[in-house]
């Protein structure tokens, strides 16, 4: 099974658009979780048109997005 986050950032951070991130797989107890580059929400607004790391174009990123895969998730509300 897959549970899906998106993780709205409090702050933007600046990521180049060229660069290549690795795309981690942890393992923890019963749980695989996958960590995706940051991303930018379409609702925020953006600050600048055009931004650039030392010439490379970027994005203004403020979204952290997981993925956690198990076998079963309890997803009853009675812990809540």
Request: charged share 30%.
């Amino acid at each position: 099974m897959l549970a899906r986050v998106y993780i709205k950032l409090p702050y933007s951070i600046t990521v180049p658009k060229e660069i290549k991130f690795p795309l981690p797989d942890y393992s923890n107890r019963d749980y695989r979780i996958r960590i995706y580059p940051p991303k930018t929400d379409i609702r925020s607004p953006q600050l600048y048109e055009e931004i650039s790391v030392d010439g490379v174009p970027a994005i203004q990123a403020d979204i952290l997005h997981m993925d956690f895969y198990k076998d079963d998730f309890d997803r009853s509300t009675k812990n809540l």
